[in-house]
């Protein structure tokens, strides 16, 4: 196909190649994908490219804009991108990389976590040029004969090459025949939608690629795999999870979204600005470079990285106020301009632990005595020193804890 593709076609496949294969980690197989973006041009048909979703948690963190911002690309040259909300595939629960059987979610639960993707989402791809696909229109009209003709596709050898039910049989734990449909079942979904494409993190290798063997088996065109890099969290070890409290959601405030950034370890920046910001390759490049001849700071660096998730998350405006409020507080440890108020109806006089935990600003007292004695707790801008220091209520008393937190009390008294 490439071969019958004119001068102005090739050099509109070479920039789509350049753009689309850039931060991936591996295409499955590369040449294919090369051959279908080809195919495209020269039939003028967008490609139809793959996201599937379990939606078992709707919260949606800047670990997701990996995946994400690889979907705006695609439709950034008329592609189609196929959103599958699993609501058929969440009653089991994909497995993936867990030691126990997943519990099965409800109608409610699918609904309400599905209407929650499609809004964050939208901060970063056009949700109105998506197809949403649920699962089930297909998958629950499977006959059980059918179903037999799938699973003889796969042994049962094969499934236990899995890392996590591999681990489970090894720890005599049990594993669930119904567990072993889930990538069948995910496969499936790329047949009956025939997709070109599929995205998943690195981690989805086994379910992705199930893809590829189930439209095979119904001898249809086999998609491409394209598989994302995992990005760590604020504690450069683990993977963004907000079970983990290492992430940044798209869903919070400017000034925290902005805040976090500044606190990701340097060895991470560039894997943040190549995966997750939505700076152009070109940039990110200029980025690098001045990095490494030492003519940028990482720290300006850091503030460069935090403005472009902000603008993309919230707009341009938010993203300059953002900038300059965390220069006056953390620069020049001024207090915020906006700082949340509540009306204070307790004693007038408690412990300052109390104070925190009923203000909702650290989960416990002893989470509050440790931020006290690590020099983190401060009333109206004065370090607080001795954990069983006592504070008197009055109005407009400022209670700050960590580098974010800030709450301004009022007194009806």
Do not use: C
């Not at 599905?114 to 229109?137: C, P, R, W």
């Not at 997750?276 to 030492?294: I, N």
């Not at 700082?339 to 109806?345: G, H, S, T």
Request: zero cysteines; aromatic letters at 8%.
């Amino acid at each position: 196909m490439i071969e019958q593709l004119n001068d102005v076609q090739k050099i509109e496949l070479e920039k789509q190649w350049e753009v689309l294969s850039y931060g991936v980690s591996s295409i499955i197989p590369e040449d294919e994908f090369k051959e279908k973006i080809a195919k495209s041009i020269k039939n003028e048909k967008p490609l139809k490219v793959k996201l599937g979703l379990d939606p078992t948690a709707p919260d949606v963190h800047l670990g997701h804009t990996v995946v994400l911002n690889k979907l705006k690309q695609f439709q950034e040259f008329g592609h189609t991108v196929q959103l599958i909300i699993g609501d058929f595939t969440g009653k089991i629960g994909d497995p993936t990389g867990k030691s126990i059987a997943r519990t099965a979610l409800t109608d409610e639960e699918v609904e309400h976590n599905a209407k929650t993707y499609f809004e964050q989402f939208g901060k970063v791809i056009d949700m109105e040029k998506v197809e949403l696909h649920y699962n089930s229109k297909w998958l629950s009209k499977v006959g059980f004969s059918e179903v037999l003709k799938l699973a003889s596709t796969v042994t049962v050898a094969r499934m236990l090459e899995r890392n996590d039910f591999h681990n489970r049989y090894e720890a005599n734990k049990p594993i669930y025949l119904h567990e072993f449909f889930y990538p069948v079942m995910q496969g499936y979904d790329s047949y009956a939608l025939e997709s070109d494409i599929e995205l998943g993190g690195t981690d989805q290798e086994f379910n992705v690629l199930f893809g590829r063997q189930v439209q095979e088996h119904y001898g249809r065109e086999k998609q491409v795999v394209l598989l994302m890099p995992l990005i760590e969290g604020l504690d450069g070890v683990e993977k963004m999870s907000k079970s983990k409290g290492n992430y940044i959601g798209v869903d919070e405030r400017p000034q925290d979204i902005f805040g976090k950034t500044m606190s990701i370890p340097d060895a991470l920046l560039m894997k943040y600005f190549e995966l997750v910001s939505p700076l152009s390759k070109e940039e990110v490049q200029e980025v690098k470079r001045k990095l490494d001849e030492g003519t940028l700071h990482p720290r300006d660096a850091k503030m460069k990285l935090a403005a472009s998730f902000v603008e993309m998350l919230h707009g341009k405006e938010a993203a300059r106020q953002s900038r300059e409020q965390f220069i006056n507080v953390f620069q020049k440890k001024a207090m915020p301009d906006e700082i949340p108020e509540v009306m204070w109806k307790g004693e007038e006089e408690l412990l300052i632990v109390d104070l925190v935990k009923e203000l909702g600003l650290l989960p416990s007292k002893s989470e509050g005595r440790r931020m006290i004695k690590n020099g983190g707790v401060r009333i109206d801008q004065e370090k607080v020193t001795d954990v069983n220091q006592t504070v008197q209520v009055t109005d407009g008393v400022v209670v700050q804890v960590g580098k974010r937190k800030f709450v301004r009390l009022r007194s009806s008294s």
